[in-house]
């Protein structure tokens, strides 16, 4: 059974930082792609950031985080991590992980990803 579980979010004021982390397990994610998605209240789950678990190839991120947002993977922990750094109130969302296969050439649709986790609250007060 696939699981993802994202860890990390919390209240930072704007400027400031956060880490977060997806742990994933119960299948082997080296022809996958993980992305990290988020959704505001009353928005559309938004793309943000998505990196191949193995393999060649550049993360891709959102026009809206470049440059402030870092994803990273570590194949030994089995986690991709996502450094948020010069935070926004407009960053507020929930952050969820997602998991989709390598295959696949569309990156930034929520609907093109198999495997989610619950979601990460991230609040930035302004």
């Known amino acids: 059974q696939v699981q993802l579980v994202e860890s990390g979010g919390g209240l930072v004021q704007a400027g400031g930082s956060l880490r977060l982390s997806c742990a994933a397990s119960?299948?082997?994610?080296?022809?996958?792609?993980m992305g990290w998605f988020r959704q505001a209240p009353g928005k559309e789950r938004e793309f943000v950031a998505a990196?191949?678990?193995?393999?060649?190839?550049?993360?891709y991120y959102a026009d809206s985080v470049k440059g402030r947002f870092t994803i990273s993977r570590d194949n030994a922990k089995n986690t991709i991590d996502l450094q948020m750094n010069s935070l926004k109130p407009e960053d507020t969302a929930v952050y969820y992980c997602?998991?989709?296969?390598?295959?696949?050439?569309?990156?930034?649709?929520?609907?093109?990803?198999?495997?989610w986790g619950q979601g990460t609250q991230v609040t930035v007060s302004s």
């Open positions: 997602a998991a989709q296969s390598a295959a696949q050439y569309i990156v930034t649709r929520p609907d093109k990803y198999d495997y």
């Open positions: 990196i191949r678990w193995s393999g060649g190839g550049s993360p």
């Open positions: 119960g299948r082997t994610f080296s022809n996958y792609r």
